[in-house]
């Protein structure tokens, strides 16, 4: 049988009333106090009604993601590293992750996320991917609802994020890669109504530009972040009559794609075209050959995301509303060596 609280006020003497605002730390009880119900209760096993507190502060203890999946998220390494750390991070704040997927841009998108909102069935949404122009967010900021984003928009509405510099990112692999005497260098871009695929091609022509290489369109080419998305339009550079001698990638699972493009070829990656990624996934340091990358700690990411909105849920106001992280090339044997 379950040990309530009047079983601990019935044990160390004080009201029902006295105890429940001990273990839920309300200042009007002194702290000698507060320690000796929490202890007895503790030793009696007492368990809190987890829905009752809820439904008392009119809260879930739940946060909710919506997975941006085009494909089966589960295979997509970046998803689950950031599922992770969203998921612990909230476990740290003793909260609940709510998961759901839905293919980005489809008719359906809005209602899940109207689910999500109206039924209260969380507290408040982490967003990823976002986009240029993002109704997601635009949806959430007019309903006041609590909602931080791993990346930015390109309108002014103020809300919360997370995101890493993208344009830093692919500036130091493609001023590395001219290092190692490229000139003709490829780029698998990511889909363009993603904000970071912006930033991203911004980094690419900077670097072009600041070296005096010009930009050739030919070698620029949309990708869909899946690794046959990238053997595909790897293939399309290899045709080209003047192929490129590396390429950098919108993402690791592309470049996985474009590196298995390259050796059907008999091309040996590393030595015959150098191939760079973007995210440094658990698997980027697997593959053969293992691949460099641009390092952004997902995991740590998704984890800092849900503690800061948990705290926005709270009422609390975070030490940094709007954080940009600053990425790491790591280099591996894809690239080949200076």
Same mark, same amino acid.
């Given at each position: 049988? =379950?040990?309530?609280?009047?079983?601990?006020?019935?044990?160390?003497?004080?009201?029902?009333?006295?105890?429940?605002?001990?273990?839920?730390?309300?200042?009007?009880?002194?702290?000698?106090?507060?320690?000796?119900?929490?202890?007895?209760?503790?030793?009696?096993?007492?368990?809190?009604?987890?829905?009752?507190?809820?439904?008392?502060?009119?809260?879930?203890?739940?946060?909710?993601?919506?997975?941006?999946?085009?494909?089966?998220?589960?295979?997509?390494?970046?998803?689950?590293?950031?599922?992770?750390?969203?998921?612990?991070?909230?476990?740290?704040?003793?909260?609940?992750?709510?998961? =759901?997927?839905?293919?980005?841009?489809?008719?359906?998108?809005?209602?899940?996320?109207?689910?999500?909102?109206?039924?209260?069935?969380?507290?408040?949404?982490?967003?990823?991917?976002?986009?240029?122009?993002?109704?997601?967010?635009?949806?959430?900021?007019?309903?006041?609802?609590?909602?931080?984003?791993?990346?930015?928009?390109?309108?002014?509405?103020?809300?919360?994020?997370?995101?890493?510099?993208?344009?830093?990112?692919?500036?130091?692999?493609?001023?590395?890669?001219?290092?190692?005497?490229?000139?003709?260098?490829?780029?698998?871009?990511? =889909?363009?109504?993603?904000?970071?695929?912006?930033?991203?091609?911004?980094?690419?022509?900077?670097?072009?530009?600041?070296?005096?290489?010009?930009?050739?369109?030919?070698?620029?080419?949309?990708?869909?972040?899946?690794?046959?998305?990238?053997?595909?339009?790897?293939?399309?550079?290899?045709?080209?009559? !003047?192929?490129?001698?590396?390429?950098?990638?919108?993402?690791?699972?592309?470049?996985?794609?474009?590196?298995?493009?390259?050796?059907?070829?008999?091309?040996?990656?590393?030595?015959?075209?150098?191939?760079?990624?973007?995210?440094?996934?658990?698997?980027?340091?697997?593959?053969?050959?293992?691949?460099?990358?641009?390092?952004?700690?997902?995991?740590?990411?998704?984890?800092?995301?849900?503690?800061?909105?948990?705290?926005?849920?709270?009422?609390? !106001?975070?030490?940094?509303?709007?954080?940009?992280?600053?990425?790491?090339?790591?280099?591996?044997?894809?690239?080949?060596?200076?």
């Amino acid at each position: 049988m =379950s040990v309530t609280l009047k079983d601990i006020a019935r044990k160390v003497g004080y009201s029902v009333t006295t105890v429940s605002r001990a273990l839920n730390d309300y200042d009007d009880v002194s702290e000698e106090t507060k320690q000796l119900i929490k202890r007895v209760a503790q030793e009696m096993g007492y368990h809190p009604h987890v829905i009752a507190q809820s439904l008392q502060r009119r809260r879930t203890n739940t946060v909710g993601f919506i997975v941006p999946a085009t494909e089966r998220y589960l295979s997509d390494p970046y998803f689950l590293e950031l599922l992770a750390g969203i998921g612990d991070g909230a476990a740290s704040c003793d909260f609940d992750l709510l998961v =759901s997927t839905c293919k980005p841009m489809c008719p359906k998108e809005r209602v899940v996320y109207e689910r999500m909102v109206q039924g209260r069935r969380v507290d408040g949404i982490v967003v990823a991917r976002t986009r240029c122009d993002d109704e997601r967010i635009a949806y959430l900021v007019s309903e006041g609802f609590p909602l931080i984003a791993f990346g930015r928009i390109a309108s002014e509405l103020d809300f919360p994020y997370l995101d890493v510099d993208g344009e830093e990112g692919v500036c130091k692999a493609v001023k590395y890669l001219i290092g190692l005497g490229h000139q003709r260098i490829g780029f698998i871009a990511p =889909s363009t109504y993603l904000m970071f695929a912006e930033h991203r091609l911004a980094g690419y022509k900077l670097a072009l530009q600041g070296n005096s290489l010009e930009l050739d369109p030919a070698l620029v080419i949309e990708g869909n972040l899946t690794q046959a998305g990238g053997h595909q339009r790897m293939g399309q550079l290899l045709d080209l009559e !003047e192929p490129p001698t590396a390429v950098v990638t919108g993402n690791d699972l592309m470049a996985f794609g474009a590196m298995e493009a390259a050796q059907e070829r008999g091309l040996v990656v590393g030595r015959d075209i150098a191939v760079i990624g973007f995210d440094d996934v658990p698997l980027a340091a697997h593959f053969r050959p293992t691949l460099t990358t641009i390092r952004q700690p997902i995991y740590d990411i998704g984890k800092k995301l849900s503690q800061i909105l948990i705290e926005i849920i709270k009422g609390e !106001e975070p030490a940094e509303r709007q954080i940009i992280l600053r990425p790491e090339l790591v280099v591996r044997e894809s690239s080949g060596v200076r």
